[in-house]
C-alpha cells in the first residue's frame, strides 16, 4: 500500500507533511483503566484551563484553522477534528471511551493539538492519496451523517473517499475485529522534521505498548 501527497497541497503549502504508522497484529479492545484515568483526567484539566483561554488560542489549534483557510474551507462551520472535542470539553461535554484504539487516537490528538485519523486496512482498497475535496467528495461519518467535503483534505482509495482531519467514514472505521491498522498523523506544518519523526515513534511506541504487535512509520511531505 503507498501513501501519497496530491501535488495541489504542497503547491499551496510547501511545508506540509503528514505521518504514517502502520500497525500489524494488533488486538483492539475496550480500554484498560489506565487509559481511561489518562482521557479522564486530561479533559478535566483542559477544562479547567479554558476558564483562562479560548479554544482558539491553543498553538495547534490556531495553526489548522490557518490551513483550513488556505485549502478554501471555513472552519468556523466545519471544524478540524481535535478542535471539536476541545469545544466538547470546555462545555463540559467531555470524550467517552469507545475502545483501546480510538481513546489512544484521541488522547494523542488532544495532548498534541493535532487531527488524527486510525483505519481498518482491511477495509481499504488500493493505494491512498491526500487530496482536497470536491464538490462531490461525501462519505458516511462516525458523527452519523452524510459529509460533503469540499476544499476539505480527504484520504481517498480505489472506492472513493474515507477519511479527514475533519471526521472519518463509517466504511474504513477501527473495531474490535482489527488486527491491522493505519493511522495517518496531521503533523503541523511549523514541526520540523527531526521532531516529527520523534513524535511518530513516540506515539507508535505507546499504541503497541496497549495493543501489543508491531509498526512501521513513515514521514510523507
Do not use: C
Not at 498553538?59 to 484553522?65: L, M, S, Y
Not at 482489527?178 to 521532531?195: G, N
Not at 507508535?204 to 512509520?217: C, L
Request: proline content about 4%.
Amino acid at each position: 500500500m503507498i501513501v501519497k501527497l496530491d501535488d495541489s497541497i504542497v503547491e499551496i503549502e510547501p511545508t506540509f507533511k503528514i505521518g504514517i504508522i502502520h500497525y500489524t497484529k494488533i488486538i483492539v479492545t475496550s480500554s484498560p483503566q489506565m487509559l481511561k484515568g489518562r482521557l479522564q483526567l486530561f479533559q478535566e484539566q483542559l477544562f479547567f484551563e479554558l476558564d483562562d483561554k479560548v479554544v482558539t488560542d491553543f498553538d495547534g489549534i490556531k495553526e489548522w484553522r490557518a490551513l483550513w483557510k488556505k485549502f478554501g474551507a471555513d472552519p468556523n462551520r466545519y471544524r478540524p477534528s481535535m478542535e471539536a472535542m476541545y469545544r466538547r470539553i470546555a462545555k463540559q461535554n467531555y470524550i467517552t471511551p469507545m475502545h483501546s484504539a480510538v481513546d489512544v487516537n484521541n488522547f494523542f490528538s488532544m495532548q498534541y493539538e493535532i487531527p488524527m485519523g486510525i483505519y481498518d486496512v482491511a477495509k481499504i482498497e488500493g493505494d491512498i492519496t491526500l487530496t482536497i475535496g470536491n464538490k462531490e467528495s461525501a462519505y458516511n461519518g462516525l458523527n452519523g451523517r452524510e459529509n460533503k467535503l469540499h476544499n476539505i483534505l480527504t484520504l481517498q482509495d480505489d472506492i472513493g473517499p474515507f477519511g479527514s482531519p475533519f471526521v472519518d467514514s463509517v466504511r474504513t472505521a477501527v473495531t474490535e475485529n482489527t488486527t491491522e491498522a493505519l493511522q495517518v498523523v496531521f503533523l503541523r506544518p511549523s514541526l520540523e522534521i527531526e521532531e516529527s519523526k520523534k513524535l511518530l515513534h513516540s506515539m507508535a511506541t505507546m499504541f503497541t505498548q496497549i495493543h501489543g504487535g508491531e509498526f512501521d512509520t513513515n514521514l510523507i511531505g
